[in-house]
């Protein structure tokens, strides 16, 4: 199973970057995904997720900004990221876990790599 990160790089305060995340996951549809994302010092927190069913969730510091997104077909799921704010600089990680998203690191199964948003203010 191999979950692959990618889409970051560097933006300036108020723009956008879309973040995908392809797996090779089998039965992709049966799991659900969330983003999370780690700072420099600062624990791995969560970010966003996805049922599914469809269903999403986000952190209250992303809410209005962020959407998760998943396509089937492809078997990826994105993060559309506007109005970044220089928080918001982290390595980003997807992650994977069978049928409800949840907000916790040790819930999830399988985990990407991570790529790197930085924001310049």
């Known amino acids: 199973v191999q979950l692959q990160a990618s889409g970051g790089g560097l933006v300036q305060a108020g723009g956008s970057l879309r973040l995908s995340c392809a797996a090779s996951l089998s039965t992709f549809s049966r799991w659900a995904l969330g983003w999370f994302r780690q700072a420099p010092g600062n624990e791995r927190e969560f970010v966003a997720g996805?049922?599914?069913?469809?269903?999403?969730g986000y952190a209250d510091s992303v809410k209005g900004r962020f959407t998760i997104v998943r396509d089937n077909a492809k078997n990826t799921v994105n993060l559309q990221m506007n109005s970044l704010k220089p928080e918001g600089m982290a390595v980003y990680y997807c992650?994977?876990?069978?049928?409800?998203?949840?907000?916790?690191?040790?819930?999830?199964?399988?985990w990407g790599q991570g790529t790197l948003v930085t924001v310049s203010s």
């Open positions: 996805i049922r599914v069913d469809g269903g999403t």
């Open positions: 992650a994977a876990r069978s049928i409800y998203y949840t907000t916790k690191n040790d819930d999830y199964d399988y």
